[in-house]
């Protein structure tokens, strides 16, 4: 057996007699919250589109929107492809998975700007949307008009 640790999240190949296997090394959680600090979740002025509750289907109207006005949801941000990539509610368990998507969300609304858009019908008021992505919108001077989907 063989220690492979590296240093910070990487995928490499291993040669496992005559098959290459790709390894991807995960951070800890640790590494990942100091991590969410850093990709990138910007979208560009009136781009940015918001949703709460996946079941509801807002997820799904959310991606569709984004597409039609070239916008962009949390998770198409190259910060949000990175936290889905490691699939961290099976990595650290459910809360830590979303203090990370709660961080990264934050992240998202602090740097949006103009009109937002948000696709919230029958949203969770316990849930990321309504505990800080919508206090940190309206905190925001650059947001200047919300547009509510329910």
């Given at each position: 057996?063989?220690?492979?640790?590296?240093?910070?999240?990487?995928?490499f190949y291993v040669q496992a007699a005559a098959t290459a296997v790709l390894v991807h090394n995960c951070p800890t959680y640790d590494e990942a919250l100091?991590?969410?600090?850093?990709?990138d979740v910007s979208t560009a002025p009136n781009k940015a589109v918001f949703y709460s509750n996946a079941a509801a289907?807002?997820?799904a109207r959310a991606i569709a929107f984004a597409q039609k006005i070239g916008g962009t949801t949390l998770?198409?941000?190259p910060g949000g492809q990175w936290l889905e990539s490691l699939?961290?509610?099976?990595?650290?368990?459910?809360?830590?998975?979303?203090?990370?998507?709660?961080r990264?969300?934050?992240r998202y609304?602090?740097?949006a700007s103009g009109e937002i858009n948000a696709f919230i019908r029958d949203y969770n008021p316990a849930r990321v949307w309504a505990q800080t992505?919508?206090?940190?919108?309206?905190?925001?001077?650059?947001v200047y008009s919300y547009r509510l989907h329910y």
């Open positions: 057996m063989w220690d492979l640790t590296v240093p910070g999240p990487h995928d100091a991590q969410v600090e850093n990709v289907g807002n997820r998770e198409q941000t699939d961290p509610y099976n990595l650290y368990g459910p809360a830590r998975a979303d203090a990370l998507w709660t990264l969300s934050e609304a602090q740097g992505e919508w206090d940190t919108l309206k905190a925001n001077p650059d």
